[in-house]
């Protein structure tokens, strides 16, 4: 088993940045990949972005590309999502997900955390 703890949400205005934190522990080793992934109510849950160890690296989707950066710290087992220029639309609950193969399907993750609010005002 591997156990994820989202951290880091919060409410903000337009325009405002937030760093969102994903520590993973339990079978590790079997982490190649750690998605971000939303969903705002009445939604699907939709793709962030992703990190791996596999190809692709790194991955965003486009609604975020050029505003949100992926990273990790492999020694501390975290890794963060910093969001800038936040948008209303941006608003959701963001949960991070651990797999094998670096893709954009919730369907692919295995394990996932319990997620962290946020929320951008306009």
């Known amino acids: 088993q591997v156990q994820l703890e989202e951290s880091g949400g919060g409410l903000v205005q337009a325009g405002d940045s937030l760093r969102l934190s994903c520590s993973y522990s339990?079978?590790?080793?079997?982490?190649?990949?750690v998605g971000w992934f939303r969903q705002a109510p009445g939604k699907d849950r939709e793709f962030v972005a992703l990190?791996?160890?596999?190809?692709?690296?790194?991955a965003y989707s486009d609604s975020v590309k050029g505003r949100f950066t992926i990273s990790k710290e492999a020694a501390e087992k975290t890794v963060y999502l910093q969001m800038n220029s936040l948008r209303p639309e941006d608003t959701a609950v963001y949960y991070c997900?651990?797999?094998?193969?670096?893709?954009?399907?919730?369907?692919?993750?295995?394990?996932w955390g319990r997620g962290t609010q946020v929320t951008v005002s306009s």
């Open positions: 990190i791996s160890s596999r190809e692709p690296s790194t």
């Open positions: 997900a651990a797999g094998g193969v670096a893709s954009a399907l919730p369907r692919r993750y295995n394990y």
């Open positions: 339990g079978r590790t080793q079997v982490v190649y990949t």
